[in-house]
């Protein structure tokens, strides 16, 4: 039925022994079963030596590297890090001299002083919407505000003001507090807004000249601390999916633009799904062309950052 096509024939296909091809998984990769007794450094070291466990594994390495060499370990965190309980083990992790600094975006303000203050957070969206009684809690915002118009007075960034601005509330959960905890142990936190994404920017006391200039001034630190990265350092950036991502990619090009030298450091990007900005701006594009190396690590913020934290602690 058609002329000039026939099955083609596999009678002169080439082969070889399968002994003499390189592979990429071997039995030494394979998992070991986990017995009742083991430590936690057992655990890790069973996990099989693949993909996601490869990443971890190496990115553990890079972020004790950068403490031995003094290099930042800066970790860039959206709102879903504190929603997820996370907090403990980040402020363990500060206490241990593995995070040089702190960035945010707005939500993580939110949702770290309500904890400080109340223990609780993230509110029910579907059932408050239709009320508008979404956002409306007074305290959030007026701590937020207040905090803006001193720190810009003051000549300080978002993220420091709010710091003080909890901390002196003496709250009762300030010990899971990032706000609380960074600035007790003078841990550079930086805040990257967008006006209007966040509760506090529609109550009575915002003003927004207060909320830009701490911002921008937050933003001018963060660069001053990406500056540092080169020669070991790290960048982790945990479940945002476009500020941050965004953020970091100008801070890359302001460092460079000034002349600096922003090679050989680490950057990571951690969500539940990837996306289009952390791949290509934290991961691809300011380590292209050999002047770093990016990781990609895919699965849920409340089991890969422990599980992050256990290997920085564990590995070797």
């Given at each position: ?66 403490k031995e060499l003094n290099k930042p370990i800066i970790w860039g965190i959206g709102g879903h890090i504190v ?8 402020i363990d992790l500060i206490k241990r001299g593995f995070v040089s600094a702190i960035a945010s975006n707005g ?164 969500d539940f799904i990837r996306h289009y900005r952390p791949t290509t701006n934290v991961v691809r594009r300011p ?30």
């Amino acid at each position: 039925m058609y002329e000039n096509f026939q099955p083609i024939s596999f009678d002169e296909i080439n082969t070889y022994e399968l002994a003499s091809r390189p592979s990429k998984v071997t039995v030494r990769h394979f998992a070991e079963p986990i017995e009742i007794n083991d430590s936690l450094k057992d655990f890790l070291d069973k996990l099989p030596n693949i993909l996601a466990v490869q990443s971890l594994r190496e990115l553990a390495r890079q972020i004790r590297r950068a403490k031995e060499l003094n290099k930042p370990i800066i970790w860039g965190i959206g709102g879903h890090i504190v929603k997820t309980g996370l907090a403990p083990v980040i402020i363990d992790l500060i206490k241990r001299g593995f995070v040089s600094a702190i960035a945010s975006n707005g939500s993580v303000l939110v949702h770290d002083t309500e904890i400080a203050l109340v223990g609780f957070t993230s509110e029910d969206v579907d059932a408050s919407l239709g009320k508008g009684d979404f956002g409306a809690a007074r305290e959030t915002g007026e701590i937020l505000n207040s905090a803006a118009k001193r720190g810009m007075k003051d000549k300080i960034g978002l993220g420091e003001a709010m710091g003080r601005e909890v901390l002196e509330k003496n709250p009762p959960n300030a010990e899971v507090s990032l706000l609380c905890q960074t600035y007790k142990h003078k841990i550079p936190f930086t805040t990257h807004l967008t006006i209007g994404a966040d509760v506090g920017h529609f109550h009575s006391n915002c003003d927004g000249a207060s909320l830009g200039a701490t911002s921008h001034t937050d933003f001018k630190l963060f660069c001053s601390i990406v500056k540092e990265l080169g020669g070991g350092g790290v960048y982790l950036n945990l479940g945002s999916a476009v500020v941050l991502p965004e953020i970091f990619l100008k801070a890359v090009t302001v460092v460079r633009n000034l002349g600096f030298p922003l090679e050989d450091f680490s950057t990571a990007n951690f969500d539940f799904i990837r996306h289009y900005r952390p791949t290509t701006n934290v991961v691809r594009r300011p380590t292209a062309g050999g002047a770093g190396r990016g990781f990609s690590i895919t699965g849920h913020h409340e089991i890969m950052i422990p599980l992050l934290a256990a290997h920085i602690l564990c590995g070797e």
